[in-house]
């Protein structure tokens, strides 16, 4: 018996769900939870900081045989403080981010974007003063409060901000080591890592950050971008001594 355009689609669906799961477990570890494995119901705890978390979301998502293909997931906001305004601003935000991709694999991106939201809350109501300007004013001045547009870069701009006023403060800034690219279909992806102190790392590793940097070629990647993201980080840190094994994170 031939299968239907339909149940093909179906199956690929439930193909790409299962690599995405796989995938995001292996990036947020415990904060990742199943409820309900066969009725496709997850569940991903979200904090504006790992070690000292002050605002905490847990995003609750229904996956559906439609998505990634033809529909978004079914979400939930869980917080009690996030209520009014701020619900419907960040509501907008992951709506807004699925309409930009449309048939990619989002959680991560949604992931991601709610992280965001809390980081802006965070350092809101810091009020913070170094050297005379609060951290807030500085970022209102540098235009990331933006809104749609501007909303992608600003977890970097940010976090650029503040790395740089707490270098410029209280200590140099780390050495930065650049590790191979990883390339497939027009997109790049390449790790940089610096030495820190976190008591933290997925890879359990220790006094090290790595960020991996994507260059997006026009052709959407699906949960194969996991994958490149999980083994630039793992590349780069059997290079410079942190781990030894060289396995893929993900096959």
Not at 203 to 231: A, C, E, Q, T
Request: charged content about 25%; overall charge negative; hydrophobic content about 35%.
């Amino acid at each position: 018996m031939a299968t239907t355009p339909d149940t093909g689609l179906e199956e690929e669906n439930l193909h790409n769900q299962i690599d995405e799961i796989e995938a995001l477990s292996s990036i947020y570890g415990d904060e990742w939870c199943v409820i309900d494995e066969a009725s496709r119901i997850f569940c991903i705890k979200i904090s504006d900081d790992l070690d000292q978390p002050k605002w905490t979301l847990c995003l609750q998502v229904i996956l559906p045989s439609e998505y990634p293909t033809s529909a978004p997931p079914i979400y939930q906001l869980n917080a009690p403080w996030l209520r009014g305004p701020e619900r419907k601003e960040l509501s907008n935000r992951l709506e807004e981010s699925y309409a930009q991709n449309i048939g990619e694999s989002i959680l991560y991106l949604w992931v991601e974007t709610i992280r965001e939201f809390l980081l802006e809350r965070s350092t809101a109501e810091m009020g913070e003063t170094v050297h005379g300007t609060t951290i807030t004013r500085t970022l209102h001045k540098a235009g990331l409060y933006g809104r749609v547009a501007r909303r992608k870069p600003l977890l970097k701009k940010t976090h650029q901000i503040l790395f740089g006023f707490c270098q410029k403060a209280y200590e140099e800034l780390p050495p930065i080591k650049h590790g191979e690219p990883i390339t497939d279909r027009r997109s790049t992806f390449q790790p940089h890592l610096a030495p820190v102190v976190t008591p933290k790392q997925i890879l359990d590793v220790r006094n090290v950050m790595v960020v991996v940097s994507r260059w997006y070629g026009g052709i959407l990647l699906g949960p194969d971008r996991f994958k490149h993201i999980n083994n630039c980080a793992r590349n780069i840190l059997v290079e410079e001594n942190y781990i030894e094994s060289t396995v893929s994170v993900l096959g």
